[in-house]
T-cell receptor, first 113, second 115 residues
Framework: GAGVSQTPSNKVTEKGKYVELRCDPI?????LYWYRQSLGQGPEFLIY????????DSGLPNDRFFAVRPEGSVSTLKIQRTERGDSAVYLC???????????FGPGTRLTVT | KQEVTQIPAALSVPEGENLVLNCSFT??????LQWFRQDPGKGLTSLLL?????REQTSGRLNASLDKSSGRSTLYIAASQPGDSATYLC??????????????FGAGTRLAVHP
């Protein structure tokens, strides 16, 4: 079956602009996670959704970052007033249940110039 | 605060060698540990997941062990092939309150297997 998909695969934006990154989880997976991976590092947790609600947003770096999952399926990560330090690969993962194995998408590479 | 360390950071071996990748974590209170593979410019592919009550898991040429009390896991790759070249990431899911929700990753071991 289809895995986790993310769009766009690459996004280049200017400093100060607003961006949206989209994640389509595996069908039926109730848990959805966003991570951020900087060059040469492992992914760092940003936010976790169980259904439609953000159950844990403790990894969001500041209030410029926000994510939604209005219907409990697709999720959008939103970044306002982008900064060069936001440049990274943003990864989405989903799992069938909260402690279940996480399946990752290919990521969106964000470059802020 | 849980921290995950992977040694070595990079490894280059000739084809056919058996090799061991190491992962250590600072807090033994984990729910499970997972090994991933990441190819350049790609997402993560799950290789093996070990529950905290398990000692090892095997899949094909891969074997992962877990010693929770000492905070260590190893990934053993038998008869390495050039197609095994990738970055290998170790991640733990901590048992702390709320920790069910996130994986804590190491920085990875970049493996190159040359013919």
């Amino acid at each position: 079956g289809a895995g986790v998909s993310q769009t766009p695969s690459n996004k280049v934006t200017e400093k100060g602009k607003y961006v949206e990154l989209r994640c389509d989880p595996i069908s039926g997976h109730t848990a959805l996670y966003w991570y951020r991976q900087s060059l040469g590092q492992g992914p760092e947790f940003l936010i976790y959704f169980q259904g439609t609600g953000a159950a844990d947003d403790s990894g969001l770096p500041n209030d410029r970052f926000f994510a939604v999952r209005p219907e409990g399926s697709v999720s959008t990560l939103k970044i306002q007033r982008t900064e060069r330090g936001d440049s990274a690969v943003y990864l989405c993962a989903s799992s069938l249940s909260r402690p279940g194995e996480q399946y990752f998408g290919p990521g969106t590479r964000l470059t802020v110039t | 605060k849980q921290e995950v360390t992977q040694i070595p950071a990079a490894l280059s071996v000739p084809e056919g060698e058996n090799l061991v990748l190491n992962c250590s974590f600072t807090d033994s209170a984990i729910y499970n540990l997972q090994w991933f593979r990441q190819d350049p410019g790609k997402g993560l592919t799950s290789l093996l997941l070990i529950q905290s009550s398990q000692r090892e898991q095997t899949s094909g040429r891969l074997n992962a062990s877990l010693d929770k009390s000492s905070g260590r896991s190893t990934l053993y790759i038998a008869a390495s092939q050039p197609g095994d070249s990738a970055t290998y990431l170790c991640a733990v899911r901590p048992r702390e309150s709320g920790g069910y929700n996130k994986l804590i990753f190491g920085a990875g071991t970049r493996l190159a297997v040359h013919p």
